[in-house]
């Protein structure tokens, strides 16, 4: 899938679940890649990947973009690379119930904050056996 | 940009070499939005020392993984070759909750840091927790420690730091308002993979923790050596800091 204005999956129904697999999204650009809000699912097996350079009003530009209370999403086997954000270049968390990233790789993202992975507000965050490479957190923004 | 002191690239293959150069290279203006370039420029740089030579960022830019008021847990996780600011982790509570942080057989390598911690950075974290369990933590090199906390809690257990140099302050840990126990763990500053000089290292304040306004650490079973400093090998503490140790070997 090429894929450049993102998808978007929010506030689905209790006991309803989405599941995105084998999907590579990329070039990823002004907005996230997948914004999931206030939802179940998982996602598994997908490689975010952006060489885009931002411009002025790309404020945020995570490969995946999870918020609200409800939301429990289970991340496997999926890679993150050359993202850049200006918090949470491979996945930013802004709240959320429960977060699992398992196997997953973060390489060359760049961010001020949380280069690969930026969380807050959330829960629990269960990180197993993930590698964190080449990230870079340096200043992107005034 | 000049990158003396950074000379942990010299022993690797010559291909990673030089995609670890070119990723050190980078030119921070292009990661930058010209409004915001335009902003930085006319900062007053915090660091301008010669761990990485990029200079004039003119912010506080942190972590590889950040965290804020929650809980995480990672397990079995690698961090390496990665460039920051200060450090890998915010563990920002501020007066919420706090950020609480758990590290299980985490394995820590080639971290450098332009400015301050290269692998935790810890502020506002009084009612959060960092633990870090069964990892290693080898070859990073910072400004001012490995690990910093500025009211902040620590416990390490089982983990080992092997060859971690920071240029001022503590190649270890700084405290400031803060807490940590260290049991079970080795700290061994024999290897000197990121190759720093004699010099250097003297210039360093403490070999592995330096604690000010009334931190507190304890240590148990803990081995040291091979650290090397300009006022204490292993701890300097003021500011009505205690310090607990048993069963350990210096």
């Known amino acids: ?142 | 940009m000049s990158y003396q002191g950074l000379n942990l690239l010299d022993e690797l293959p010559a291909a990673r070499k030089a995609s670890l150069i070119d990723f050190l290279s980078v030119d921070v203006s292009t990661l930058m939005t010209p409004y915001a370039l335009a902003q930085a420029q006319t900062k007053t740089p915090i660091s301008t020392n010669s761990i990485a030579g990029i200079a004039a960022l003119g912010a506080i830019p942190n972590g590889f993984l950040s965290g804020t008021q929650g809980w995480t847990l990672s397990r079995n996780c690698t961090f390496k070759n990665s460039l920051s600011v200060r450090g890998l982790l915010q563990g920002q509570g501020g007066s919420g909750s706090g950020e609480n942080m758990w590290f299980v057989t985490a394995k820590v390598q080639r971290l450098a840091a332009v400015d301050q911690a290269a692998f935790l950075f810890v502020i506002e974290n009084a009612q959060g927790t960092i633990q870090l369990i069964d990892s290693v933590v080898e070859d990073c090199l910072s400004a001012s420690s490995l690990i910093s906390l500025t009211f902040g809690r620590i416990t390490i257990t089982g983990t080992t730091f092997s060859g971690n140099y920071a240029q001022l302050g503590a190649n270890g840990i700084s405290m400031l308002y803060s807490s940590a126990t260290i049991t079970n763990s080795t700290i061994d500053n024999q290897r000197n993979h990121v190759k720093v000089t004699a010099a250097e290292m003297l210039m360093v304040d403490a070999g592995f923790v330096s604690m000010d306004y009334r931190s507190q650490i304890r240590l148990d079973n803990v081995i040291a050596r091979g650290l090397l400093a300009d006022t204490s090998s292993f701890i300097k503490a003021r500011g009505r800091s205690s310090i607990s140790i048993t069963n350990s070997t210096f």
């Not at chain 1, 998982?42 to 790309?58: E, W």
């Not at chain 1, 491979?90 to 904050?113: D, H, L, M, R, Y």
């Open chain 1, 1 to 142: 899938m090429n894929n450049s204005n993102g998808i978007a999956i929010a506030n689905m129904a209790a006991g309803d679940t989405f599941a995105i697999s084998d999907s590579p999204i990329f070039p990823i650009q002004a907005i996230p890649g997948v914004t999931i809000a206030n939802s179940t699912g998982t996602v598994t097996k997908t490689a975010f990947v952006s060489n885009v350079t931002l411009g002025n009003n790309d404020q945020t530009n995570s490969g995946l973009l999870i918020s609200g209370r409800t939301a429990d999403v289970t991340i496997t086997n999926s890679s993150f690379h050359g993202l850049t954000s200006k918090i949470g270049a491979g996945i930013q968390v802004t709240s959320a119930s429960k977060i699992s990233i398992i196997n997953s790789t973060f390489v060359n993202n760049t961010a001020p904050i949380g280069a690969g992975v930026a969380l807050t507000s959330v829960n629990k965050t269960d990180l197993y056996t993930n590698k964190f490479t080449s990230n870079k957190a340096v200043k992107i923004d005034g």
